[in-house]
């Protein structure tokens, strides 16, 4: 079961970031308004995510480290075919596998809080802890167990990079919440409740926020909203891409490129434009299953998708910023 755990881990969690990415979004299916992030040594040597949502009962909290559906992946050709299967319920499993995990939370209910521990993908029984309301989860050593793919990892500060990107990312998406990062004890990023313009500013920078042009477009049930940089932005390089659909970050080959060809008609010179957009639509229009570890999505109607989008930048880039 555990050899299972960390071959399953290693598609989950590539690295840090990863396992980043997956606290991040429990806290906020949890209901969390405030998030903070602790890293040490890039998130290898320590990453820990703190959050005020709802919390797990004690009764829950070994049941949450378990793999859901573990006759899921009961032979090699399932092992095959998870790539296209997805992957719920399985993130806290592959983290416990693969790294020492200590999960403490307490509900609103609870007097206290409760402790779990994975070490070496054992759980441990719930002992009591002091812990506020909410969660915290705590990966140390990733990758201790299996020094084949720890050797994959890069340095700290790559690690670190990809880590705080995927904190700005969600980040952007859900400016009414708080949140911070903190890597080796220094604080990196402090950013309370705020409006979405305010949020891209202290992301992007106001620099981005005076460079860029408003997105705001509506047709029937398909909206595109953000900021999009005319080549004033001097930052413009890839990292400045940011695409939501539906509240996630998003790669998409078909927002992508309907993207790239409105600049390009536009502003023919800008090779890495620079932009915040959310693109919303109904759930049934798009699937976001097609690899929950890896951002992707795709859309039903894609031919329709890529027109409204490279009409609507068009149209954004076209007026000139005042
Ligand atoms: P999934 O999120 O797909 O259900 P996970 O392995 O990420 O799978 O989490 C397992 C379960 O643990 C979640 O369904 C949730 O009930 C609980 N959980 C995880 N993180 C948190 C959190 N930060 N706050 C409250 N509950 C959590
Ligand atoms: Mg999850």
Known sequence: DLLINQIAAGEVIERPASALKELMENSLDAGATDIAVQLEGGGVKLLRVRDNGKGIAKEELPLALMRHATSKIASLDDLQRVDSMGFRGEALASMAAVAQLALS??????????????????????????????????????????????????????????????????????????????????????????????????????????????????????????????????????DAQYFFVNGRFVRDKVASHALRQAYQDILHHQRHPAFVLFLDMPPEQVDVNVHPAKSEVRFRESQGIHQFIFHTLHEALSIPAS
Not at 127 to 150: K, M
Not at 170 to 183: E, T
């Open 105 to 238: 939370s307490r509900t609103a209910q609870d007097t206290h809080g409760w402790k779990v521990e994975a070490i070496d993908g054992r759980i441990s029984e719930p002992v009591p802890s002091s812990q506020p309301q909410g969660t915290t989860v705590e990966l140390r050593e990733l990758y201790f167990n299996t020094p084949a793919r720890r050797k994959f990892l890069k340095s700290d500060s790559t690690e670190f990079a990809h880590c705080e990107e995927t904190f700005k990312r969600i980040a952007l998406s859900r400016p009414d919440a708080a949140f911070s990062l903190q890597h080796n004890g220094k604080a990196v990023w402090q950013l309370p409740a705020q409006p979405i313009a305010a949020r891209i500013a202290a992301i992007l920078g106001d620099e981005f926020g005076h460079a860029a042009v408003t997105v705001e477009r509506q047709v029937a049930n398909l909206s595109l909203q953000g900021l999009a940089a005319l080549p004033a932005y001097s930052r413009g390089t890839r």
